[in-house]
Every structure is written in structure tokens, then in C-alpha cells.
């Protein structure tokens, strides 16, 4: 009897071979000639196909290039640079760029138009102008989180549609021919929604009307149920249809609206479940205060709809998100310096926002839970939790960043690195509750970034870069504060930086804390306060719970990170070389730190250019927009 060692490599062998068999075509006993007849299917197992479709989609998911693909056009912005394609979820970028520095992100999400009509035809004085401007911004915030591409028309859109000079022809009563320039507007430009700009998105952004009409694919004209004029959808071919049809119908000149004329088989009718439409009809039904108010002083009356809109806007994302917001806080012990912005922004998310009616709910949704009813949490869990009703904030660090803030020193050479270093330490963190201890970084930076790009992660999560996030003040100071004066400080973080990220949100962000008449706890003196230290209380204490950063630990933690940034982006060979071998000791931390900037850098990237291409139709709030 052969020994157990042979035994074992006749097994290997015999199973080798066994493989072999089954994915191997069968080979002909003779070469045969060319021939004309109908060549034999070899007939394969079922268990064969699975197993043959398994491991072609394994080779493709993990092919590497052969040669380093060209570079696309708008794919960096600062230092981030990427290449869309749909092998993102290669574990390491590099494989498929050759570029230690480009990651692979998907293609972007095409966004279907959604179009609006603001006539500028009419006397306004620069009030009234300023305070439409506003509205229509809030309109285009809301419409653009949600997945769409906001386009303000004018007249001057409807005058490029052949069908305009007959509609001169027609002398039609004003409102009417109003309307037939919006429809005119909208078959010029084609295929996709024309709204209201008083019509807004109040739901998820994976919420199934949204998600339809994201789509961009329409078999009919749609309208909605009692929305009247306010928002409907259509191809190209099938508005100017109806409107040629519209033209020529006996009804035109006694009618009053478009949609007396249009016949309705021509429209499917859809509930909208998501989506409110603040027309006059509505505010004088369910908001008397603010009816009042744009009856006696108009200018005044349209800022409070603006604060109104806004703060439902504000109220259906803190209600969707049932279990509040989560700061990742990995190894917690030193990285406060890190997440203490992102946890100041979601305390501002948190708040309850400034409106003439706080009780009051969005047309679409009369039995909502009002914001002073129930309060968003804030949490600082240390690991991610992939839940629908919770909401991720999380800053990102470079290998070299955290390497630095864990040994509360900037000098940091190769041999620590290599001997007194963990690998990939915060991505191990990160998703040890989710995946588990047993897995190694490649898989674990896959399903991160399944979490932050997949069409589920997409709107549940706000992730960045760590060395990108503006630091906060307290008072006007350049201060950070300590866990036992946080929730009495009064804390201000950049504007521009608060402006950009309400293009995500589809929101105005409260810039402080908001009173509705609640009490506020008294602040005790200094007598007063309590004698145990911060953190959690003892009797409660698990050994590996971190002691809470002193006011000398978060200004170390401070200076590092300031370090940090300077290191990365320094040209310098001995920086550079340092941050090279903190890359490579940690990939799998490396390749989710540039997959979160590239993230990042691309949704900024991507609203600028299309700031760049509305720039030359007038001037906008901030920057140039299309319709002005």
C-alpha cells in the first residue's frame, strides 16, 4: 500500500485530470478535412456550463491590461484623476489603468433632462427677479440629487421650433398661448420631463416613480392625477405630435388650457405618489399662514414658500433615514482630528429646518412624522452597517495619514512601516462587522466600494477623502474642541464647502441650530459640572475601549493631519518616498482612499460641467446659469 503522501497526490491528480475532462471539448479521433456538412455540437453537462460560466466571469472580473487605456475626457479635477468602466469592481484600479494614481470608477449615470419655463418676457422688478432666482435654485438642488439634469427654457427655446410661427398666426388669449411656449420649449429640446418650478421630487432617490422616470424612456405622453399643468413626461416625437394636433383643433381659440385641447387618450395618467407640486391651488388648501403672507407682502410671501419647500425637502430625507446618521470611526483612539467635521455637518443634517408652518408636511404627504416630533440620531459607530435607514458620513485617510495619527508622529520611516505596521488597518476596521475577521483587503475594498457606487449605496452614503475635508472653527478661533465641550460649541465650517454638498443632499443645509420654541438645558459652570471624566462610565468600560482624547491629543492629532496633507501633495522625493511605502505595505487602504477621492472629485467635476455648459445663456446665483 503506497504511503499517505502518495496517496494524496494521486487524489490531486486524479481530480486534476477530472477537471480537465469536463472542460475540455471532446477532440476528434482523426484530422478531418475541410468540409461543407454541418459540423457536430458537443453536448456539455449542466454541471459543466455552471462551472465554465463561473470561471469566465472570474477571469473577466479580474483581467488585468495589456496596454494602459486612454485617457477620457473631464477625468481629473485637483489632484484625482479616474477612468470610467465597468470593471470597477476590480479590487485594485492599477491592474486595469497601469497608473498607480488614476482609480476605475463606473460610468457615469446618464441623467435624464427635466425642463422648466420662466418667462422673461414679463416686468419684474429686480426684487421679484432675485427672489424667482432663488426658487428656481432650489428647484434645480432638488431635481439634481435626485438623478436628473435641470434646464430652465425661455421663449427663445420656442421660438427655434418650426411650429412657433404659427402660433403667432393663432392670436390665442395670453394664458393659453403661455402654455403653448412651454409645450413649444419642450418639443424643441426634446425627450425627457417638463415641470412646474413650483413642482419638486418628495421621496427616496431609489423610490419606483423616480427610478421610472429616471429611465428616460416613455411609450406615451404622461401626465399625473390633479396635477394639472405641473409636471408631465413624453419623447420628442410625441410632443410635437400633440401640439401640431393641438393647433389645428376646432377647440383652439375657446379653450383655456393645453389640456383641454389635447385629447386625453393621448396622455397615461400616473399617481404622483413622490412628488409635490406647490401651485397656488394647493398653498391657499393646506397653508393658510403662508397664503396670508403672499397676499400682503408677495417678495416676503415666495421667500417663506422657499424656506417651506426646502425644509419638507429636509424633513422626507431625515424620515427615510429612520436609524439617523452614522460617522464612521474607525480605531477611534486617534482619528477624532478626522471625523470631528463630518460629525459637526451631520449634527447640522440632523437639525430641524427654518419654515413659516415647522408642523406642517409636503402636499404628496399629509400624515408625515414633522421634524420637532422626532429627532435624527447622530452615531460614530466604529465599523460600517449596510442599512437601508441609515445614513453614512465617512472620511477616508491615506495609509500614510492614519499610520502617522496611530503612532502620534510624522516620523515614520520604511523599517516601522514594515515591522511595527498593521496592513490596511482602517478598511479592516471599517468592514470587520460586516465581513468579518477572515478576509483579506482585496475583497473587503470590493464590497466598499460596492457600498459607495452600487445603485443601493448611491444615496445612503456621503464619503470622502480625509485629507480633503475643511477643518472647523469655534467662534471665529482656529480651535478644536474637546469631546466635553461639543455639544455646547458653536461651530462653523467652510461656506463654499456646505454650498457644494447641498448639490448632493438636494437641500439647503442649516448653518446653525435651529429654535422652535423648545427648551434649552441650562449650561452649568464650571462648579457645576461633572467630576467623573468623559467617555463611557466605567462600570461599563470593556478593556479595549479608547480613553478619550485630551485637548493635547486632538491638537497632535491637529498638526498631523495638517502634516499629512502637505506630505501628499508634496513633490518632494523623500516625502513622496514615504508615502510610496505606505501605499504599497496598506493597498487595499491605498486603492479606498483614491477610489473615495476620485468619487468625490468626479460628482464636483460633473455639476461644474454642466454649470460650464448652461454658462452662456445669463447670470446665475453664484456662477452663470443658463437661463438668465
Known amino acids: ?155 427663445d427655446d420656442a421660438m427655434n421650433n418650426p411650429m412657433y410661427q404659427q402660433l ?184 430641524c429646518p427654518k419654515s413659516i408652518n415647522p408642523a406642517s408636511c409636503p402636499p404628496n404627504n399629509p400624515k408625515c412624522a414633522p421634524c420637532m416630533t422626532s429627532r435624527t440620531v447622530v452615531r460614530t459607530p466604529e465599523s460600517f452597517r449596510n442599512s437601508s435607514n441609515l445614513f453614512t458620513i465617512a472620511a477616508v485617510p491615506h495609509p500614510y495619514t492614519i499610520t502617522s495619527l496611530r503612532n502620534q508622529s510624522d516620523t515614520i520611516t520604511v523599517a516601522h512601516i514594515r515591522r511595527h505596521t498593521d496592513r490596511d488597518p482602517w478598511l479592516m476596521a471599517a468592514t470587520k462587522e460586516i465581513l468579518g475577521g477572515g478576509r483579506g483587503g482585496p475583497s473587503r475594498v470590493v464590497h466598499l466600494k460596492e457600498a459607495i457606487a452600487s445603485d443601493f449605496g448611491i444615496s445612503r452614503g456621503l464619503w470622502m477623502a480625509a485629507e480633503n475635508v475643511p477643518k472647523f472653527v469655534t467662534k471665529g478661533e482656529d480651535k478644536w474642541i474637546t469631546s466635553t465641550k461639543q455639544e455646547h460649541a458653536v461651530v462653523s465650517l467652510p461656506e463654499e464647502w456646505l454650498e457644494n454638498l447641498e448639490w448632493h443632499f438636494g437641500f439647503a443645509i442649516p448653518r446653525e441650530k435651529i429654535r422652535h420654541g423648545e427648551a434649552e438645558p441650562p449650561i452649568p459652570g464650571p462648579e457645576r459640572q461633572p467630576k467623573t471624566p468623559p467617555g463611557i462610565p466605567e462600570e461599563v468600560r470593556k478593556s479595549y475601549d479608547p480613553d478619550p482624547p485630551s485637548e493635547d491629543e486632538l491638537k497632535m492629532e491637529k498638526d498631523l493631519l495638517e502634516k499629512a496633507r502637505k506630505i501628499l501633495k508634496s513633490k518632494d522625493s523623500k516625502p513622496s518616498k514615504i508615502k510610496d511605502v505606505a501605499e504599497a505595505w496598506s493597498l487595499a487602504d491605498a486603492e479606498a482612499w483614491k477610489f473615495v477621492r476620485a468619487w468625490r472629485a468626479r460628482s464636483v467635476m460633473e455639476r461644474l460641467k454642466w454649470e460650464e455648459e448652461e454658462q452662456g445663456f445669463g447670470d446665475g446665483e453664484g456662477r452663470k446659469g443658463r437661463w438668465w
Open 168 to 351: 403667432q398666426m393663432e392670436n390665442l388669449e395670453r394664458g393659453l398661448e403661455f402654455e403653448f411656449v412651454r409645450w413649444l420649449a419642450w418639443g424643441h429640446m426634446g425627450t425627457g420631463l417638463l415641470a412646474s418650478w413650483h413642482c419638486f421630487p418628495m421621496g427616496m432617490y431609489d423610490d419606483p416613480l423616480l427610478s421610472f422616470l429616471r429611465r428616460g424612456q416613455y411609450q406615451s405622453l404622461i401626465r399625473f392625477e390633479n396635477f394639472g399643468a405641473g409636471l408631465f413626461a413624453g419623447e420628442k416625437n410625441d410632443i410635437n405630435e400633440a401640439i401640431k394636433d393641438a393647433l389645428h383643433d376646432a377647440k383652439l381659440k375657446t379653450s383655456k388650457s393645453v389640456l383641454d385641447i389635447i385629447r386625453p387618450e393621448k396622455f397615461r395618467i400616473e399617481d404622483p405618489t413622490t412628488i409635490a407640486h406647490y401651485d397656488s391651488a394647493t398653498i391657499t388648501a393646506k397653508y393658510k399662514v403662508l397664503a396670508e403672507k403672499l397676499v400682503s407682502s408677495p417678495n416676503e410671501g415666495r421667500m417663506a414658500l422657499i424656506d417651506l419647500i426646502n425644509s419638507h425637502l429636509h424633513m422626507v430625507w431625515q424620515s427615510t433615514f429612520t436609524d439617523g446618521i452614522a460617522v464612521l470611526k474607525p480605531l477611534p483612539k486617534h482619528t477624532t482630528a478626522i471625523t470631528a467635521p463630518c460629525w459637526h455637518l451631520a449634527n447640522l443634517l440632523a437639525q
Open 1 to 155: 500500500m503506497p504511503p499517505v503522501r502518495f496517496r494524496s497526490l494521486f487524489l490531486g491528480v486524479g481530480f486534476f485530470a477530472a477537471a480537465v475532462i469536463i472542460f475540455t471539448s471532446s477532440v476528434p479521433s482523426r484530422p478531418s478535412s475541410i468540409s461543407t456538412e454541418t459540423p457536430t455540437v458537443t453536448e456539455s453537462s449542466p454541471l459543466s456550463d455552471k462551472l465554465s460560466s463561473a470561471v469566465s466571469t472570474l477571469r473577466f472580473s479580474w483581467r488585468t491590461s495589456s496596454h494602459k487605456p486612454p485617457e477620457q475626457q473631464n477625468s481629473t479635477n485637483g489632484d484625482a484623476s479616474w477612468y470610467s468602466d465597468w470593471t470597477w469592481l476590480n479590487p485594485f484600479s492599477s491592474s486595469i489603468t497601469l497608473d498607480e494614481d488614476r482609480a476605475v470608477l463606473p460610468p457615469l449615470r446618464e441623467r435624464p433632462p427635466i425642463y422648466t419655463y420662466y418667462d422673461t418676457d414679463g416686468e419684474k422688478d429686480v426684487k421679484t427677479k432675485e427672489t424667482d432666482q432663488k426658487l428656481l435654485w432650489t428647484w434645480k438642488k432638488a431635481w439634481w440629487a435626485h438623478g436628473f439634469r435641470p434646464v430652465v427654457l425661455n421663449r
